[in-house]
């Protein structure tokens, strides 16, 4: 409860600041007052005037809301997030989470063979015994993002500081291997809450979402994935991929042919969303 009742005591949040103490960075305030009073005005109002119930269905309909504000990152609820370029121009962009991965390798193969930039959105702890991997990455015109250090179960239960140490940690590999110190942070599972909207803007990150989700985790047909991306490209989508998959990197050649054969280009996220993929 500590967390949401920071997000609504501005004073308490300024105080934080002049502390130099972690505190709710530019909340989008008006945003979570609205939904204060509504759910306030549902439990007091509404719910003594229905059926015995009423108080439970009332805080249902406010949970609910907060459940898929968390899991959905490009309602912006808690944090603006970039989930695709607000452009007319068919371009696409390439994103893989998870890696460096057992398949990493063959996919920067594939992209090479293919002249095409992607945007790998690294986990940390992945990294040691695959830094040749990593500086392929960036040497190869790709970017490196974030996806936290550890990509923990229970990240999303974690408290900010403890999320920023490990997003910091992340960030202290990558700048071992490559120099480099990325900006661009994808929460791990898509998952977002006001514990983590913090530690973002704190580190000014820029949170980058999706709007096409290949479901290459779960689906196991190479043709059924590949209709499933061709199926819902529109000018400035981000494709979410996992370069831990091995059907990804089976179907990536085709999946590449397909999209330029649609008349699109495949670019770079940072350079199509026009932000800095490093501090």
């Known amino acids: 409860m500590k967390i949401f009742k920071d997000f609504y005591n501005e004073e308490k949040m300024e105080k934080n600041k002049s502390d130099g103490g972690l505190r709710f960075v530019n909340a989008p305030r008006l945003k979570y007052r609205v939904f204060f009073i509504t759910t306030v005005v549902l439990v007091a109002v509404v719910a003594p005037r229905l059926p015995w119930y009423g108080y439970i269905v009332c805080l249902l309909i406010p949970l609910s809301v907060l459940f898929f504000a968390c899991i959905n990152l490009s309602w912006n609820f808690f944090i603006p997030a970039l989930c695709k370029a ?12 998870d890696g460096p991965a057992l398949f990493t390798e063959n996919i920067l193969d594939t992209l090479k063979q293919n002249d095409a930039q992607a945007s790998f959105f690294c986990i940390g702890k992945n990294i040691a015994g695959k830094e040749q991997t990593l500086l392929r990455i960036n040497n190869e015109g790709h970017s490196i993002g974030n996806h936290s250090y550890s990509h923990a179960f229970w990240f999303d239960m974690w408290g900010p500081q403890r999320m920023m140490a490990d997003m910091r940690k992340m960030d ?50 190479k043709q059924k994935l590949t209709s499933r991306i061709i199926g819902q490209l529109k000018p400035g989508s981000i494709i979410l991929l996992h370069d831990s998959m091995e059907i990804t990197a089976a179907v990536l050649p085709e999946l590449i042919t397909m999209i330029k054969s649609n008349g699109y280009k495949i670019v770079r996220l940072d350079k199509m969303l026009n932000i800095n993929a490093y501090a």
Request: charged share 25%; glycine share 4%.
């Open 86 to 97: 607000n452009t007319t121009e068919k371009v696409v962009a390439l994103s893989f989470d």
């Open 172 to 221: 202290n590999e990558v700048k071992a291997v490559t120099g480099l110190k990325p900006l661009l942070f994808r929460p791990p599972y898509g998952v977002i809450n006001p514990a983590l909207a913090s530690a973002i803007k704190w580190d000014k990150y820029t949170p980058i979402g999706w709007n096409i989700r290949s479901f290459d985790t779960r689906i196991k047909d």
